[in-house]
């Protein structure tokens, strides 16, 4: 909305507070929000003067006879913010000592809180020390800090103090000063801000608010102008800011033209998958109507594709959604190659074990090498080096497998990997990573021109090197051609790339997100424990780690207690489960996972039995927000996924790790690779909760904890 060229924009915070009101009377609130986004000057608006509050630009306005607005109303120019909703004393509270103004250093729009009183610290006076003591005025100031909230942040002598004031600061600031209370130091913490935008490098006009809402920083907390459509749709889901409020680090990865394949590596909680949607909107936006061209958005597993897809259609148009396909890799593969008249049955997970027993038949005496090891040496090396016969694998690199093989043992184990090859043949099946090469083969000896200017891939960490080069066939080098977004330390299926080697150069274009914004530092800390040693690669040959990785919020510990047996397990889990409803949280937000879908069968039925009504997130469909319940997933349902609260159940020896032939082989690099699979998916599980991590096991506990 322009009307009169006036710019009406709705804050972070106008969000947050719309969540926290009664559902009747979400619906009032929303026709006004529509009738000030079409005109702020209309008659229809009830504007009422604050008394006694520290800004004179702000109003009340009137939604009914007990809920009041908070909207900035200019004296002149013609910017109008929607800054808070609620029960018109509490919104006349918060209005009473909020500021709303241009930060004369950065030139950002902030609003931000400037109390009379000083923090009340529990530190003794003899021992209080400002927590930024060491800061002088200039560095708080260059930091974005108000001036008027520097007595505020000299008040502040412990880190229990500046959680406190978590919402009394623009959220740009307070991140600052997390991270130097964290123990970054201030070059490092100056430099993450000039990242996205640091010190104004022009003279800054604090009355020009328009300019001010053009800042990254202020497109993080305020959307401008939206249309009925977006309004609609972030005040239906007003927590879900990644929706609508970007970091500006995201959005520069998001909204700009790359020269070729773009890299992003990011740890749990740093917004990969929200950078990914985001920039497949971006794209299908710059797509010419009427071409029938494409984005295509894929990922590793069925379920999260789905899980994307329904997201997506949260943040655009179904319009615009026709310009972008999601679909995990293996379905466009079969679809693809059934379309090409493709006559052979691709076969997935355990559907080729019998041939398995029949070609391990042929192992031979010397070298004695465990079953598990053809097996690891057929997908890390004979499929993704798409070796066919001996002469090929008796060249073969093997950099990474522990057993070393001269030319006589290769040759006396090929006869296990041709007998495997020939029984395939024989059934007429082609394991995934055959038809990935099939399809590839395909469009390139057709010369296809398929519809899709771009790719986004998702959760990289899990595809191998055939779905890279299928990928890389399928979209030409061109600009803008691929978003590739992963984390090693996630990965949980036994899957390794080197982008490079598949054609995909990313040298100058490899960016990493490192702010989490889900994970409390608390739970950070304790999931990234469960990595230590473990080697990770960084998805082109080099070494990743999670040096740098910082968290915004703080909680509780995960809490991690061991109990005799299943049945006073379960009673520890519904207590818990009792103080999540006794503060008044939905049981919706809180899920139970646990390593196995048999674990999940036990722990369902008995609380079932106690009265706890459960609802199971199954493999292949969306989650259904509208049912009641606790969720319960396994560790690999829950992927991509978040909830408040998170109950890890049944981490018992014999499922974490789970017992398999790979965690007893006698080759140490499988034995280590395992590990680290299941190290990940534990990981991964942790990371899943914004709040709170409880942790229980019985009998035997998990060596892992």
């Given at each position: 909305m322009a009307m009169n060229n006036i710019t009406v924009a709705?804050?972070?915070?106008?969000?947050?507070?719309?969540?926290?009101?009664?559902?009747?009377?979400?619906?009032?609130?929303?026709n006004f929000v529509n009738k000030f986004r079409i005109d702020p000057m209309s008659s229809g608006i009830n504007y009422e003067t604050l008394n006694g509050v520290k800004d004179q630009n702000l109003r009340s306005v009137r939604i009914d006879k007990n809920y009041r607005g908070i909207v900035y109303k200019p004296a002149k120019g013609n910017v109008y913010l929607l800054l808070w909703v609620d029960n018109h004393e509490e919104a006349y509270n918060w209005a009473k000592n909020r500021v709303c103004d241009v930060n004369p250093r950065l030139g950002t729009l902030q609003v931000y809180q400037v109390n009379e009183e000083i923090v009340d610290s529990k530190v003794s006076p003899e021992e209080a020390v400002s927590l930024f003591a060491n800061l002088r005025?200039?560095?708080?100031?260059?930091?974005g800090v108000p001036e008027m909230q520097l007595s505020m942040v000299r008040s502040i002598m412990t880190d229990n103090d500046l959680q406190d004031l978590s919402e009394a600061f623009p959220s740009n600031v307070f991140a600052a000063l997390n991270w130097l209370a964290q123990g970054e130091s201030l070059e490092e913490v100056m430099g993450i801000l000039t990242e996205y935008g640091g010190e104004s490098e022009e003279a800054v006009d604090t009355e020009d608010f328009s300019k001010a809402l053009s800042h990254p920083i202020s497109k993080q907390q305020f959307q401008v102008d939206p249309s009925e459509d977006e309004l609609i749709k972030m005040l239906n889901a007003p927590l879900e800011k990644w929706r609508v409020?970007?970091?500006?680090?995201?959005?520069?990865?998001?909204?700009?033209?790359?020269?070729?394949?773009?890299?992003?590596?990011g740890g749990a909680g740093t917004g990969k998958t929200v950078v990914a949607m985001h920039r497949a909107k971006w794209l299908a936006e710059r797509l010419e109507p009427g071409n029938n061209k494409k984005i295509l958005f894929t990922?590793?597993?069925?379920?999260?594709?789905?899980?994307?897809?329904?997201n997506l259609r949260k943040i655009i148009s179904s319009d615009l959604m026709k310009r972008i396909e999601v679909v995990n890799l293996d379905r466009w593969v079969s679809a693809f190659l059934r379309k090409n008249g493709y006559d052979h049955v691709i076969v997935y997970g355990d559907k080729t074990r019998d041939l398995w027993e029949t070609a391990l038949t042929m192992k031979p005496s010397e070298p004695m090498l465990p079953d598990s090891f053809y097996k690891q040496e057929w997908n890390q090396i004979v499929q993704p080096q798409e070796i066919t016969e001996f002469s090929q694998y008796m060249k073969a690199p093997r950099i990474g497998r522990g057993v070393r093989l001269n030319r006589k043992a290769r040759k006396a184990i090929w006869q296990v990997f041709e007998e495997y090859q020939m029984l395939l043949a024989e059934k007429n099946y082609r394991e995934p990573a055959d038809a990935m090469r099939d399809a590839r083969q395909l469009i390139e000896k057709l010369g296809a021109t398929l519809p899709y200017t771009s790719v986004?891939?998702?959760?990289?960490?899990d595809m191998?090197?055939?779905?890279?080069?299928?990928?890389?066939a399928i979209v030409p080098e061109t600009p803008n051609d691929m978003l590739i977004v992963g984390d090693a330390h996630q990965r949980i299926y036994d899957k390794k790339v080197v982008l490079g080697q598949c054609g995909i150069k990313i040298v100058g274009r490899s960016r990493k997100l490192r702010i989490n914004y889900r994970t409390t530092e608390e739970t950070r800390e304790w999931a990234a424990a469960?990595?230590?040693?473990?080697?990770v690669d960084d998805l082109d040959g080099g070494d990743d780690t999670m040096d740098g990785y910082i968290s915004l919020l703080h909680g509780v510990a995960p809490m991690v207690v061991?109990?005799?047996s299943l049945e006073e397990e379960v009673e520890a889990m519904c207590a818990h489960l009792k103080d999540i409803r006794n503060t008044d949280e939905l049981y919706r937000s809180t899920c139970i996972v646990a390593r196995t879908n048999s674990q999940l069968d036990e722990y369902e039925e008995e609380l079932k039995a106690k009265g706890i009504m459960v609802y199971r997130l199954t493999g292949f469909e969306p989650e259904d927000r509208s049912q009641g319940g606790v969720r319960m997933a396994t560790m690999h349902r829950v992927k991509g996924l978040e909830f408040d609260r998170l109950l890890l159940c049944g981490i018992n020896k014999g499922f974490v790790p789970l017992n398999t032939p790979e965690l007893h082989s006698d080759d140490l690099t499988v034995q280590r690779m395992f590990e680290a699979q299941e190290r990940s998916l534990l990981f991964v599980a942790a990371t899943r909760a914004k709040k709170s991590v409880m942790v229980t096991s019985h009998g035997e506990k998990s060596s892992y904890i």
């Open positions: 709705v804050s972070d915070g106008f969000f947050t507070s719309y969540s926290r009101l009664p559902k009747s009377q979400q619906a009032k609130v929303m005025d200039r560095e708080l100031l260059g930091l409020f970007l970091h500006p680090v995201q959005r520069k990865l998001v909204e700009r033209d790359w020269s070729g394949p773009v890299r992003v590596l990922t590793f597993t069925r379920n999260l594709a789905t899980d994307i897809e329904v986004i891939v998702d959760e990289a960490q191998g090197m055939q779905a890279f080069g299928l990928l890389r469960l990595m230590d040693g473990v080697p061991h109990y005799a």
